[in-house]
């Protein structure tokens, strides 16, 4: 490891020369890559170079044990007090080291469907969106409806949602799975207690650099737009549908009174869909050598249960129960998603040993 370190900061040190090099600057977009490629390297040298003097400063200390009696006592208190900072700088190299995830800063796309359980599964699906929104405001990110299917009660038979925030992605990533609820239905008389579902997909947004689409692959419908009862909700075939022949991937768009503006939402999720489709393939060969515990992406994996009788929320990955569901459902999501990224780094550094 200390290797590793060492050829970081060499190149740490050769970038920052060539960046204070006005002959670079005649390339300006090779002067961006170094200065990004640089940035990224910054923290990990920081705390290579506080590692290296702390190691300097536990041998001089060491030495003076040695050879003052009279400061030994308090040079002996200074090196459990060293030792135990490097043991933590040491654990934070470990974690900066970790091989980062390309798409952790960008933006995401949300797709949540109701599942088994009717009428109170869409109604669930509207708790989950909920959710979700109100923790992008608490982030201060912006959220918006890209695509929704709404139900005359106010679920959601569907709904596809775009968030935009510094770090979204790496937030949110572990929220894809299959979401259960327990609770007594509004729409159930009986009081009896009835267990819902929902799927949860997190795409993260990609540009049209990321991936490429065949314009030949993609068959493209206009339609009217339609409200509840089959109403028009305009007079114009404003509503788009994509089809991407290779897949089967359908995706129909009419929130916007534009066919334009519906057609772009609908490229944006198809482009995203795609991406996702070739990150998780390349995942499955990565895990054929190492069984991911968290974020595996799984669509059929049951990840979460709220449980309304009890107050309570679980996730089943980690293991972590929580009495604190209203306010989990009104976005206070931190504690959770902390607890998994603490989980995913653990299994990383355990697959390092």
């Not at 135990?84 to 980062?100: F, G, R, V, Y």
């Not at 974020?295 to 293991?319: A, K, L, M």
């Amino acid at each position: 490891m200390i290797d590793k370190l060492k050829a970081i900061e060499d190149r740490y040190v050769e970038l920052s020369q060539k960046l204070s090099d006005p002959e670079s600057m005649k390339d300006m977009d090779e002067w961006k890559r170094m200065a990004k490629e640089q940035a990224g390297l910054e923290e990990i040298v920081q705390k290579y170079r506080e590692y290296k003097k702390v190691k300097d400063d536990i041998e001089s200390t060491k030495e003076l044990i040695e050879t003052d009696d009279e400061l030994k006592d308090m040079a002996e208190e200074e090196l459990k007090s060293l030792e135990e900072k490097e043991e933590s700088l040491l654990n934070e190299i470990k974690l900066l080291l970790l091989p980062k995830d390309p798409n952790d800063e960008k933006d995401v796309i949300m797709e949540i469907r109701a599942g088994a359980g009717g009428e109170e599964a869409a109604l669930f699906a509207y708790d989950l969106f909920r959710m979700y929104t109100m923790y992008a405001e608490k982030k201060r990110w912006k959220y918006e409806i890209m695509s929704s299917n709404a139900t005359e009660l106010g679920g959601f038979k569907e709904v596809i949602f775009s968030i935009a925030g510094k770090g979204a992605y790496s937030r949110l990533k572990f929220e894809s799975g299959v979401h259960r609820v327990q609770r007594i239905p509004t729409t159930e008389a009986g009081g009896r207690i009835h267990t819902s579902t929902a799927t949860v997909a997190v795409l993260p947004e990609v540009e049209d650099v990321d991936i490429e689409i065949n314009p030949n692959d993609i068959k493209i419908d206009v339609f009217r737009s339609g409200g509840h009862g089959g109403q028009s909700v305009n007079t114009t075939d404003s509503a788009v549908r994509l089809t991407h022949i290779p897949t089967g991937i359908v995706i129909s768009c009419q929130d916007e009174r534009s066919q334009l503006q519906n057609r772009e939402r609908a490229m944006k999720i198809l482009r995203a869909k795609l991406y996702e489709m070739a990150r998780e393939e390349k995942e499955r060969e990565i895990s054929m050598t190492r069984k991911l515990q968290v974020g595996t992406g799984d669509r059929s994996e049951r990840i979460r249960t709220y449980n309304f009788p009890q107050g309570r929320v679980t996730d089943h990955r980690i293991g972590l129960t929580l009495y604190k569901l209203q306010m989990v459902l009104d976005g206070d999501l931190d504690e959770i998603i902390d607890a998994l990224l603490a989980e995913d780094q653990a299994e990383r550094l355990e697959s390092m040993q």
